[in-house]
C-alpha cells in the first residue's frame, strides 16, 4: 500500500492524501482483512487488496481496474533455494503451477505465461500504463526513499492497526497500541501539532509508567 500511496502522491500531490484522510477510511493491517471486510459488507470498498479478474463462486465483491489512476502490479516470483531439504519436490510444485492448464484455469491474477490470454475484457499486463509491473521493485530497491516515503504518510494517516496477515497477534497488538498513543488525531496532523502531540505523548507514558529515560 505504500507504493499505491507514491504513484497517488506522484500523480496528485499530498493534497490528495490529506483530503482522503479527511474522509475518515477505515485503516486495517495486511490484505486480507479489507478483502473480508467488502466481502462480508462491513466495507462498502478497498483499494489495500487484490481480486480475481474472473469472479470466483459464490462471492459478491468484484474485482475493478483503474482506468487512468495507478495501480499496483508486480511479478510473482519464486526460486528452490540451495541445499533445500526437498528440491524434487520444490520442482514438482512449480512445474504444477507454472503449467499451462493451471495458469488457464487456477491462477486468478494475470498469466506469467505468454502463450495464456488474459480473461475476456482485460488486455495483457504489460500493456497498461497505469500498472507498470517493474515499478514496485525498483520502489523497494532504494530502501532510503522507502523509509522517508513512509514517515510522511505517517503525519497524514497515522499507524495502521489490527493483526498483520499473517503475523505475531499479540505483539502486533500491543506495538501498535504504544505506537498510537504518539499518532494526533486526524485533524490535527500538521508537522508541528504533530510533534507537540508527541512531546506530550512521551510525558503521559513517564508518568503512567514511571519512566525516567
Known amino acids: 500500500m505504500l507504493f499505491w500511496f507514491k504513484q497517488v502522491v506522484d500523480k496528485y500531490g499530498w493534497d490528495y492524501v490529506e483530503a482522503l484522510a479527511k474522509q475518515e477510511p477505515i485503516y486495517v493491517r495486511g490484505t486480507q482483512a479489507p478483502a473480508d ?16 479478474l474472473v469472479p470466483i463462486d459464490g462471492t459478491v465483491s468484484r474485482f475493478v481496474l483503474p482506468k487512468e489512476d495507478p495501480f499496483i502490479a ?10 533445500a531439504p526437498h528440491p524434487d519436490a520444490a520442482k514438482l510444485y512449480l512445474s504444477w503451477l507454472l503449467d499451462k492448464d493451471t ?3 487456477v ?7 505468454t502463450d495464456v490470454a488474459p480473461p475476456a475484457g482485460y488486455k495483457p499486463i504489460w500493456e497498461y500504463s497505469n500498472g507498470d509491473p517493474t515499478a514496485f521493485g525498483r520502489f523497494l530497491a ?6 522517508r516515503f513512509r514517515a ?5 494517516l497515522g499507524e495502521t492497526k489490527g493483526e498483520p496477515s499473517p503475523g505475531r497477534p499479540r505483539f502486533i497488538s500491543i506495538f501498535s497500541a504504544l505506537r498510537n498513543l ?11 501539532s504533530t510533534h507537540i502531540h508527541r512531546i ?3 510525558a503521559h507514558w513517564k508518568a503512567v509508567t514511571g519512566a525516567t529515560a
Open 37 to 52: 471486510m467488502v466481502e462480508s459488507g462491513a466495507a462498502t470498498a478497498t483499494f489495500s487488496t487484490d481480486g480475481g
Open 74 to 83: 508486480w511479478p510473482q516470483q519464486a526460486a528452490i533455494l540451495k541445499g
Open 103 to 105: 495458469q488457464k484455469n
Open 107 to 113: 491462477w486468478y491474477m494475470w498469466s506469467v505465461r
Open 142 to 147: 532504494d530502501r532510503g526513499a522507502v523509509e
Open 152 to 156: 510522511q504518510i505517517g503525519l497524514y
Open 182 to 192: 504518539f499518532v494526533p488525531p486526524s485533524h490535527k496532523r500538521s508537522a508541528l
Open 200 to 202: 506530550r505523548a512521551i
